[in-house]
């Protein structure tokens, strides 16, 4: 059987035996976990580890060379190529360099989104009034990218990704670009999506202050493969397994500040 009836289990996403090479060289290597409904699970490991390949194969940015991907049960490599731009709406995502169109305002850079998914015009500015409001970017409609600060930048960016209404939003160091203040907003808005939409979220980032704050579950991989998989809970009383996970968390202390301290930089992560 290709796909599984989402009604079957409680599974957004499900992976089984990923395997994703590039010139011979594998970027993943038989990767296999699930993502249960409304969880957050943070992905982390070393620069080149394969974060950003496993998240562009669970959107089907990305083809898979060997294993499957189903999305709410639903087996991205089997679907014609219609069914996979609907499925896709069903995935957001979220980038470091918010990837905004510098020519459109606030409203226009979301608007993009809707109208690339086919909504009217009525409807699109019903639609990117909810998510203005949603995102707290009220009286900056009007204003170009240029024009706002980088949480800012980013509430846009997830305002564009929630415009399909998706199960889940894929994260993409959605963080990593913003001062402290800006990082700790953007979580908090997040954190409401996840509780308020109960949208799924799969989140890459290198600081554990988001992996502290946000993540239900988190995922450690190393050179293609998952090394560790462990609850957020389970992270926090120190339980974490491998050496990897123990120097991620041992390297990266409370605050930015002291991840420059402790190297973070230069250290891979
Ligand atoms: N389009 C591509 N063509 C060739 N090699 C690629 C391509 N995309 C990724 N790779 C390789 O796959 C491996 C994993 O890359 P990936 O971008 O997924 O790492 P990452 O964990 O996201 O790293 P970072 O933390 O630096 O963003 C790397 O060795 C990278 O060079
Ligand atoms: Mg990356």
């Known amino acids: 059987m290709q796909n599984t009836s989402p009604a079957e289990t409680n599974e957004t996403l499900k992976i089984e035996g990923l395997s994703k090479a590039f010139d011979g060289r594998y970027a993943l290597e038989n990767i296999s976990f699930s993502v249960r409904r409304g969880e957050i699970v943070g992905l982390i490991g070393r620069s080149g580890a394969g974060k950003t390949t496993l998240l562009r194969c669970l959107n089907g940015a990305d083809s898979v060379d060997s294993g499957r991907v189903l999305v709410e049960g639903r087996n ?44 009217p015009r009525k409807e699109r500015l019903h639609r990117i009034q909810q998510l203005i409001h949603l995102v707290g970017l009220e009286g900056h409609e009007a204003k170009y990218p240029s024009q706002l600060s980088g949480g800012q930048k980013q509430r846009v960016g997830i305002a564009r990704a929630l415009a399909g209404h998706p199960a889940i939003l894929l994260c993409d160091e959605a963080t990593s670009a913003l001062d402290p203040e800006a990082t700790t907003s953007i979580l908090t808005l997040l954190e409401t999506i996840n509780t308020e939409l109960g949208v799924t979220i799969v989140l890459i980032t290198h600081e554990m202050d988001v992996i502290r704050r946000l993540a239900h579950r988190v995922l450690v991989l190393d050179q293609g493969r998952i090394v560790e998989d462990i609850s957020g809970e389970a992270l926090s009383r120190g339980e974490a397994e491998h050496s990897l996970t123990q120097s991620f968390i041992s390297r990266l202390s409370n605050n930015a500040e002291d991840m420059e301290v402790a190297g973070y930089a230069s250290s891979g992560f």
Do not use: D, Y
Request: positive net charge.
């Open 76 to 119: 991205l490599s089997t679907l014609k190529e219609r069914e996979l731009l609907v499925l896709r709406q069903r995935i957001g995502l979220v980038f470091q360099g918010f990837n905004l169109l510098q020519s459109r305002t606030v409203s226009g850079n979301i608007s993009l989104a809707l109208e690339i998914l086919g909504v």
